[in-house]
T-cell receptor, first 115, second 113 residues
Framework: AQSVTQLGSHVSVSEGALVLLRCNYSSSVPPYLFWYVQYPNQGLQLLLKYTTGATLVKGINGFEAEFKKSETSFHLTKPSAHMSDAAEYFCAVSESYYGNNRLAFGKGNQVVVIP | KAGVTQTPRYLIKTRGQQVTLSCSPISGHRSVSWYQQTPGQGLQFLFEYFSETQRNKGNFPGRFSGRQFSNSRSEMNVSTLELGDSALYLC????????????FGPGTRLTVT
């Protein structure tokens, strides 16, 4: 079964500094990988996804992530943090068997942006 | 295009009661999945429906059930509520079985007292 590890439940970053959220996955087949963001009292919003092809993927709000198969990682970055980036971020992996596509999520990173 | 909608947004129930939550997927999306989010267990997969058939089920007791209608709308039901069922229940839709990104609704916050 697939699984995701996100270290550091709370991440503090200064406004304008690099945002780096780490994600490592375990999957017995080539994975599909996702990052979602959750603002207070809201659902999950898809930031970006990797399915096949280019290993560096760009998402919304200036975020990007790189799939590294050898390291089983899919770290999320943003060059310059903005106050509006304060939210909870979840990495997720799915394995698609015959069209079944459950997502397994990491525990999440609560990002705090310090002015 | 409207996103995934869930009703109600908030719900308070008493232990032992049952509850039904509703989800309307994005127009044209035929697959609906349900997830439970709690502070302790995080986000956990409940089940997925496609064309009114349950395609996949997570590791939850039989008190948790769901169904999907011909218009792709879905409901989930929890019977004999327990305090531990208090959670945010999220519904997600995707276009079809060969698409992988799922789009989430705002969730239903269930509180069991």
């Amino acid at each position: 079964a697939q699984s995701v590890t996100q270290l550091g439940s709370h991440v503090s970053v200064s406004e304008g500094a690099l945002v780096l959220l780490r994600c490592n996955y375990s999957s017995s087949v080539p994975p599909y990988l996702f990052w979602y963001v959750q603002y207070p009292n809201q659902g999950l919003q898809l930031l970006l996804k990797y399915t096949t092809g280019a290993t560096l993927v760009k998402g919304i709000n200036g975020f990007e992530a790189e799939f590294k198969k050898s390291e089983t990682s899919f770290h999320l970055t943003k060059p310059s943090a903005h106050m509006s980036d304060a939210a909870e971020y979840f990495c997720a992996v799915s394995e698609s068997y015959y069209g079944n596509n459950r997502l397994a999520f990491g525990k999440g990173n609560q990002v705090v942006v310090i002015p | 295009k409207a996103g995934v909608t869930q009703t109600p947004r908030y719900l308070i129930k008493t232990r032992g009661q049952q509850v039904t939550l509703s989800c309307s997927p994005i127009s044209g999306h035929r697959s609906v999945s349900w997830y439970q989010q709690t502070p302790g267990q995080g986000l956990q997969f409940l089940f997925e429906y496609f064309s009114e058939t349950q395609r996949n089920k997570g590791n939850f007791p039989g008190r948790f059930s769901g169904r999907q209608f011909s218009n792709s709308r879905s409901e989930m039901n929890v019977s004999t509520l327990e305090l531990g069922d208090s959670a945010l229940y999220l519904c997600a839709s995707r276009l079809g079985l060969n698409t992988y990104e799922q789009y989430f609704g705002p969730g239903t916050r269930l509180t069991v007292t």
